[in-house]
Structures are given as C-alpha cells and as structure tokens.
C-alpha cells in the first residue's frame, strides 16, 4: 500500500458527543457507513452529532473493490431496526439525517419496500427532520426507484464511483449506464439529485472532466469529489494521491459547468457536510 502524503494524515478527537453517538449505536445495533466504510470524517461528524445510518443489516451481496463493507449472505430484514434509528434521531437531536444501505439484491424488490418504510417512519416521527437518501442501483430496476421516490427525501443521491472506463474493475455487478440511469430518474422526479466519484483509481483528468458532464447531462445537481482510501491491503490498489490544490481546481470546474453544489477535497466523502445540500 502506498504511504499517505501529510494532507491524509487526520487526528481522531474525542468528546462528549462522539461517545454519546458511538454508545447510542452500541446500545441498539445500528450499522453506520461511518464505521463499516472506515469513513475518515467519522470523528468529526460525530463529534457534531451526526452520523450517516446504514439500513438493511450491514452485509452486502455485492464485493466491489473499494468497498470496506463485509459481503456475504445477509440476513432478514429486521423492522426493528427503523424503529431504532428513529429513537437514535430523536435522542441525538438531529435536524439532518443521512441514510445509505448495503446492496440486497437477495430480495425481490432489492430492499426498496424497507427504504419506503425506513423514510416513511422518519418523516411521521421525527417532523421537521431533513433527509438524505444515498440508494443502490436496484439492478436498474426504475419501479423499485420509484418506490424510494414516492417519499420524498430532500436529497436523492447513487454514487458514480468512478470514471467510465474504471468502473468494471472496481465495481460488482453496476454498470456505469444502470448508474446514470437511476440519476436521471432522480432528477426527472423532481428531487434534488446527488452523486460522488473518487480519485486516485487511475483515472485521467479528460476522464473526470467527462463524468462532470455525463452527470450533469443526466440531471445531478449536486457532486462530490473525495480520495480513495484502500481500505486492506486485499482492496483494489491506490494509483495516486491527488493534491488539494487539483481538487480546488475540479470544484472551480464544476461550478463553471453548472453544478448547484460541488463538494471536492481529499477528505470528502458523499455524506460528508450533506445538510448543506437540503436546503
């Protein structure tokens, strides 16, 4: 693996907060991507009180290679699990709430008749609450989408991952088409549609620069822009680390090409500072 450069380097505080958060997730078996994708921002949203919940268990059927998440055969749906994330929501005092979940394409709606009850849930108990939603790609299935969209979260956000040409080898089972295909049903439903892709897979700049447009072609609104991490030593192998300054310059670029909102740094992740991107 390669060495970390100085601007990867992070300090981990403690407080208050964090422990409160780490114990709420403890006590009741919640599943965060903040843990289970050794998110590198974990420390400092939760020390703010926030954390991006994980629903439908956490292991995942798919192996993509840059994915920290276990994979495996997962187990049943656990209603319960709605119910202990309102209850941590509420506790925690949260005004913006991120949701992702593993892929299960073990079930036959993909796991989207829980996404719709999951959002349901959390707008009935928690009013006022804001919502992120960051979904698979339901084998590019457009009803089950649709079933998602129907509860109308602030934000809708299917992670590009990466480049074009890249994406077979780092993803499982996605395609790039199926993934801008569900960006565009997004977008065409008229909620706020968001995607990420990392660097440092050995992508080219011509390469980024034309994703920024496939997306923005497709109708996405918001993008964010972060370093790959490699995870273990078994994970797909950082190409490069990409300096701050040529991820100022991306940000600049895709703002001139017309994204609403454009999150780019070594640290971003798609979750990271999402509440900005509901108002």
């Not at 192996?63 to 319960?80: E, H, K, W």
């Not at 349901?120 to 804001?130: H, I, M, N, S």
């Not at 457009?142 to 993803?171: C, G, I, Q």
């Amino acid at each position: 693996m390669r060495r970390k450069p100085d601007w990867l380097k992070i300090k981990l505080p403690r407080g208050f907060k964090t422990s409160q958060v780490v114990g709420l997730l403890r006590d009741h078996g919640l599943h965060t991507i903040c843990t289970s994708g050794l998110c590198p921002n974990r420390a400092e949203c939760w020390a703010a009180g926030t954390a991006t919940f994980m629903i439908g268990g956490n292991v995942c059927t798919r192996s993509c290679r840059f994915c920290n998440v276990a994979t495996g055969r997962p187990g049943p749906l656990d209603p319960q699990e709605i119910l202990d994330i309102v209850h941590s929501v509420k506790e925690l005092a949260l005004k913006h709430v991120v949701i992702t979940s593993v892929d299960r394409d073990d079930l036959a709606d993909c796991g989207a008749g829980h996404w719709a009850s999951m959002i349901r849930t959390l707008r009935k108990e928690c009013p006022g609450v804001t919502m992120e939603v960051l979904v698979p790609d339901f084998k590019g299935r457009p009803e089950l989408l649709d079933m998602v969209l129907a509860e109308k979260p602030e934000v809708v956000s299917h992670n590009l991952e990466t480049v074009r040409r890249l994406t077979p080898d780092v993803r499982c089972y996605a395609t790039y088409d199926m993934s801008l295909s569900v960006i565009r049903r997004i977008s065409e439903s008229g909620i706020r549609s968001k995607s990420g892709i990392m660097l440092g897979l050995g992508e080219t700049r011509d390469e980024i620069l034309q994703t920024m447009d496939d997306l923005l072609e497709a109708g996405c609104e918001v993008m964010t822009i972060g370093q790959y991490l490699q995870p273990t030593k078994e994970h797909y192998p950082v190409q490069a680390y990409i300096h701050p300054d040529t991820f100022a310059e991306y940000a600049e670029i895709g703002r001139k090409k017309g994204f609403r909102f454009i999150e780019s740094a070594p640290m971003v992740r798609s979750s990271y500072h999402a509440e900005r991107h509901a108002r």
